[in-house]
């Protein structure tokens, strides 16, 4: 593979250590002991807000309307709309299956059953997330999940959940809304608390306290993945614009500090353009300390021989979010060829974040690298497909010697037996 560094990443990733282990080992249990009251005193905790309780009401939902510009909510409306017609898209994708065997006697099939309930998680830190509200929500009330509880922690200057992204949850369809974050947040959906029930999957993404919780929870319920800080890779060659490579890298590097944003381009010309570029428009952007240090700490660059190469360095990495951007004349044939990330943008005016709020597509993806072997979040998500047979007494006889074969060779004699007595009996 034709590559060279020009700027090597620090690789400040997520990293499970036995305090943080602890810590949130010690959380779950509280919460599983003391219930809605752990919630409470852990908002005041590490919120630093006192909350009555963790229910939002119907009449708070109202008042969020009140505090949120119309502009803003027409704008939720139109990304929800958005995201719940790619998730119907997809959901005509899969369908149940009923099959006739060719072994006479046996059916076998699938059913589409949806999730019965599950909790979304949408985080908050210095600003609100209103669009992570939508991705989860929306898309688990589009597969036919019949109670979807949506939760955030509260923010300062509120005393409970931003007022946008309460009214994305309503927006959403959320059956309940709840005031709590963290990995407490995690352990009631996996064991009810208090107003909390108990679900049966957790989705959505958080910091490594509730990415520590998930995993620990999980088994006594489903989760979707377990999150990393963000990332970017961008395949470029000759024909982009620096501009635009140098704020899409910021535009991840903005995220966190732990934010991945990486660069992959074949033109030595367009990546000195692209760092100068980034490095100006670093100076005037708002959130320049979060980016700046995640660039420092986490950036990468490299110089690749040929888009063959390129392509070949991206399906080794797997990132969350790719972008193409090279000639439109080959941009299909490059998109063809890659086959590990979470969402692909391809073209020169595809920015991740069209992806991250109105496009359609979830932005709850996979990250480091388990895109190798993972997807998103999406409306199969929220659906399990479990399997059936309907087997006559013709089929138990025509299936009945390789099964017994089979018992037999795994010592299973009751499992030989069940099939034994069945043909037994029809002789």
């Known amino acids: 593979m034709g590559i060279r560094t020009i700027k090597q990443a620090e690789k400040k990733t997520y990293r499970r250590d036995q305090k943080l282990t602890k810590t949130v080992m010690n959380i779950i249990d509280d919460v599983r002991t003391n219930g809605e009251a752990a919630l409470i005193s852990y908002a005041e905790k590490f919120d630093h807000i006192k909350i009555a309780g963790v229910k939002i009401d119907g009449t708070a939902i109202k008042d969020a309307y009140k505090q949120v510009p ?3 909510v027409k704008h939720i409306t139109f990304a929800a709309g958005r995201i719940r017609a790619f998730a119907k898209k997809q959901l005509d994708c899969i369908k149940p299956l009923h099959y006739i065997s060719d072994i006479p006697g046996v059916e076998l099939g699938h ?3 949806p999730v019965e309930n599950c909790g979304c998680y949408i985080p908050s830190g210095r600003y609100p997330l209103p669009s992570t509200a ?12 019949r109670y979807a509880a949506a939760c955030s922690p509260p923010m300062a200057g509120y005393g409970t959940i931003h007022p946008a992204v309460l009214v994305a949850m309503d927006i959403a369809g959320a059956d309940e809304i709840f005031c709590m974050g963290g990995a407490q947040a995690i352990a009631a959906y996996a064991y009810g608390a208090g107003a909390v029930p108990k679900m049966d999957l957790i989705v959505g993404p958080g910091n490594r306290f509730v990415t520590e919780a998930k995993r620990q929870v999980l088994g006594d319920v489903g989760i979707d993945s377990l999150a990393g800080p963000s990332e970017v890779l961008i395949i470029a060659d000759g024909t982009a614009n620096p501009v635009h490579i140098a704020i899409d890298l910021l535009a991840q590097a903005e995220h966190d500090p732990n934010a991945k944003p990486i660069l992959v381009c074949t033109d030595r010309g367009i990546i000195d ?13 708002p959130t320049g300390d979060v980016a700046g240090q995640s660039w420092a700490d986490n950036g990468a660059v490299f110089l690749a021989d040929s888009i063959a190469d390129a392509v070949a360095l991206s399906n080794e990495i797997a ?4 972008e193409v951007q090279v000639d439109p004349g080959i941009e299909r044939d ?23 709020f109105v496009s359609g597509t979830n932005h709850t993806l996979p990250t480091m690298s388990t895109a190798r072997y993972s997807n998103g979040v999406w409306v199969g998500t929220f659906i399990k497909a479990p399997f059936h047979q309907f087997v006559s007494r013709e089929g138990c006889r025509n299936l009945s010697v390789p099964a017994m074969h089979f018992a037999e060779t795994e010592g299973l004699y009751a499992h030989r037996d069940s099939v034994r007595l069945r043909v037994e009996e029809t002789k």
């Not at 939508?134 to 999940?145: F, I, P, Q, T, Y």
């Not at 990132?319 to 790719?322: G, I």
């Open 334 to 356: 490059v998109a063809d060829k890659l086959l590990h990330y979470g969402s692909l943008f391809v073209g020169h005016y595809a920015p991740v974040a069209f992806g991250d």
């Open 134 to 145: 939508l991705m989860s929500v929306a898309v688990a009330k589009v597969a036919g999940v």
């Open 273 to 285: 353009k692209s760092l100068t570029e980034l490095e100006r428009i670093l100076k005037d952007l």
């Open 111 to 113: 059913r589409l059953v």
């Open 319 to 322: 990132p969350e979010h790719l």
């Open 70 to 72: 119309e502009e803003t």
